[in-house]
């Protein structure tokens, strides 16, 4: 089966929630000096003002999975869109610091929901010999909405004259991509799979040979048998012994993705660089650089990913943010700017090649259909629960101890994931998710 434009077009319209993601994620690391000055925030307050997102995010991922069960993936795809637009429009004309923190509220429960149902359409309409590379395509757009969030931050506050009002600029931008998300989200078709379990079949026929699979007709059986139409309820209980091997395994990815301390960089980056010496102006371009050195191995990272495989791609990337992690941690000991901007590339550098383009490839691929979006939650649920607890515990560690102590932390995290990597994940590289659930022993 050959990549059609039908595909990849449907692929690229759903990875657009990955670019809201990004944007939407880290553009208020532009506005935390404004915010703190504005609202007279304490670095708790701060710690909370960043992670009220996350919060909304730790929801999002946790309701996201059963709508797109019983409604489709398409339809829960445009409210996230809607949620979107809502959130940075409120964050625009935000009157006070609560009615910010709602408005980023909703905004995290839209981003919470893209992590889940994003990757889980795509690897759904995705053929085995591809699926990496094109669920690969939400995590692309989740960076590429990194870097544009930092570009836009950085020239809205240079061409506003670092006017201290401009973070509303800066939060309220988002709106514009939210609504281009909802209108190009009209034309894409629902999930192949998600119409077999409720018992669509011929419309399911008609999406799997527009998506150019040459026996349309052999995979809709196989997607039929996997499902156990016939025996197995959609009520089925997810928490049971046979699903605790790739629980176990989508919780370890998730949690070490965050572990890693890639957020504590994508939400605080102008602050870290501030902390060694680095202007407003001069912090917000190394945003930039960070963000454009992330898109770049980004890049990489897919195009190896169905080459060398989940794991492989893995070792060799922690072993090396094991290494920068611990540079950047000496370097704030010594006081060095530039060290800590090398150290932090270097990190972003092997996450994104590694971890970054893993985590939503590996959890879509290791849950059986009829679970894939309960699964796809769990492992979500997971990622933003640790996000949220490491932003909001930053600013007062930094504070209370060290800065090079949440460094130190990152660094044997990633010692501790290269172990169990080693011991525990497998190779899920060119098999389709039916065969998935057999090789995992799932029935």
Known sequence: MKINFYLLGSTLV????????GFDTV?????????????NLSDVALGFTVSSALFGTIIGSLIAGKPSEWYGRKPILMCLAVLYFVSA??????????????????????????????PLYIAEISPPHARGRLVAMSQFNIV??????????????????????????????????????????????????????????????????????TDAAGVL???????????????????QRKYLLPILLAFMVASFNQLSGINTVNYYGPKILKAVGA????????????????????????????????????????????????????AFHMNNQMLVLASLMGFMAFFASSSGVVIWVFISEIFPNRV?????????????????????????????VSSSAPFIFFSAMMLLQLVLVLRYMPETKGVSLEEMQRHLGIE
């Open 372 to 400: 894939r979006a309960r699964g796809q939650a769990l492992g979500s649920l997971t990622h933003w629960a640790w996000c949220t607890l490491i932003q909001f515990g930053y600013p007062v560690v930094t504070a209370r």
């Open 89 to 118: 429009l409120g964050c625009g004309l935000a009157w006070d610091w609560t009615s910010l923190l709602v408005f980023r509220l909703i905004g995290g429960l839209a981003i919470g929901g893209a992590s889940v149902v994003a």
């Open 144 to 213: 590429v909405g990194l870097l544009v969030a930092y570009i836009s931050n950085f020239l809205i506050d240079r061409y506003t004259g670092s006017d201290p009002e401009c973070w509303r600029w800066m939060l309220g931008i988002v709106a514009v991509p939210s609504v281009l998300f909802f209108l190009f989200l009209l034309p894409i078709p629902e999930s192949p799979r998600w119409l077999v379990e409720k018992h669509r079949r011929d419309e399911a026929l008609t999406v799997l040979q527009k998506l150019g699979n």
């Open 221 to 239: 059986q196989e997607i039929v048998e996997s499902l156990h139409e016939k025996t197995v309820a959609i009520s089925e209980s997810f928490f």
């Open 279 to 330: 202007g407003q102006t001069s912090a917000l371009a190394g945003s930039v650089i960070i963000g454009v050195t992330n898109l770049v191995f980004t890049i990489l990272g897919m195009t190896l990913i169905d080459r060398f495989g989940r794991r492989r791609l893995l070792l060799v990337g922690t072993c090396g943010m094991v290494i920068c992690q611990g540079i950047a941690a000496f």
């Open 14 to 21: 759903a990875a657009l929630a990955g670019f809201l993601f």
């Open 27 to 39: 553009v208020i690391s532009g506005t935390t000096e404004m915010l703190e000055k504005r609202f």
